[in-house]
C-alpha cells in the first residue's frame, strides 16, 4: 500500500485561508468514508482534527473543515492563527491486511 | 475521556529486544482495535501492527512481520508490542492508537532507539 500524496509544504499570512490536499486511490481515499487529518507539533503525539472526511471532533476550531473530490481529500484551514504551525498529515483506511494507510506530511508555515 | 500511555522504550543494540506497553483508560478497551504507529526522526507517520478487539486477528506491517508482535489483555486494559530483532532502521517514535478504521486517538509516544 503506497503512502497518500501530500504536498510538502503550504503557507498562509494570518487570517488568510490554506488548502492542504490528500491523493490516494479508489482503494483508499476514494474508496471509504474514513478520512482522517491529524495536526502534529514538533515533539508532539498526533491530534484529530477531521474524521470521517468531514466531521470535526469536539475542540477543534470551526476554521478547520474537511472535504473529499474523488480520490483527493481536502483540508482547509480558514483564518490561519500562529498556533495552526504545525505539520499535517492525511489517513485513510485501506482495508485488508494493511488496515490504513498515512499521507507524505505538509509543514503549514504561518507567514 | 481517553487516554493511552506508552512505555517500555529505550536504548537497545542491533539485533536486540523491547516490549512496549500501552496501558489505556476512558473508553470501553475491549470495544475497540488498537494498534501501533511509529515515526522516525524527522520523518513521516508509518502503521506497524494493529489487533482486533479479542485478540482474533493481528496485521502488520511489511516492515516488521515476523520480528514484531501485538498482543492485548483486555482485563488490564493494554495493549502490548514485543519488539524482537531490532534493526537501526526501527528507531523512532512509537506510538498507540485506539482505531477506529483509522487512529482515532494517540497516546504521547515512546522512543525507541537502536544502536551500536
Known amino acids: 500500500q503506497s503512502a497518500l500524496t501530500q504536498p510538502p509544504s503550504a503557507s498562509g499570512s494570518p487570517g488568510q485561508s490554506v488548502t492542504i490536499s490528500c491523493t490516494g486511490t479508489d482503494s483508499d481515499v476514494g474508496g471509504y468514508n474514513y478520512v482522517s487529518w491529524y495536526q502534529q507539533h514538533p515533539g508532539k503525539a498526533p491530534k484529530v482534527m477531521i474524521y470521517e472526511v468531514t466531521k470535526r471532533p469536539s475542540g477543534v476550531p470551526d476554521r478547520f473543515s474537511g472535504s473529499r473530490s474523488g480520490n483527493t481529500a481536502s483540508l482547509t484551514v480558514s483564518g490561519l492563527q500562529a498556533e495552526d504551525e504545525a505539520d499535517y498529515y492525511c489517513s485513510s483506511h485501506a482495508g485488508g491486511s494493511n488496515p490504513y494507510v498515512f499521507g507524505t506530511g505538509t509543514r503549514v508555515t504561518v507567514l | 475521556q481517553v487516554q493511552l500511555v506508552e512505555s517500555g522504550g529505550g536504548l537497545v543494540k542491533p539485533g536486540g529486544s523491547l516490549r512496549l506497553s500501552c496501558a489505556a483508560s476512558g473508553f470501553t478497551f475491549s470495544a475497540y482495535y488498537m494498534g501501533w504507529v511509529r515515526q522516525a526522526p524527522g520523518k513521516g507517520l508509518e502503521w506497524v501492527s494493529d489487533i482486533s478487539t479479542s485478540s482474533t486477528y493481528t496485521n502488520y506491517a511489511d516492515s516488521v512481520k515476523g520480528r514484531f508482535t501485538i498482543s492485548r489483555d483486555n482485563a488490564k486494559n493494554s495493549v502490548y508490542l514485543q519488539m524482537n530483532s531490532l534493526r537501526v532502521e526501527d528507531t523512532a517514535v512509537y506510538y498507540c492508537?485506539?482505531?477506529?478504521?483509522?487512529?482515532?486517538?494517540w497516546g504521547q509516544g515512546t522512543l525507541v532507539t537502536v544502536s551500536p
Open positions: 492508537a485506539r482505531e477506529n478504521w483509522v487512529p482515532a486517538d
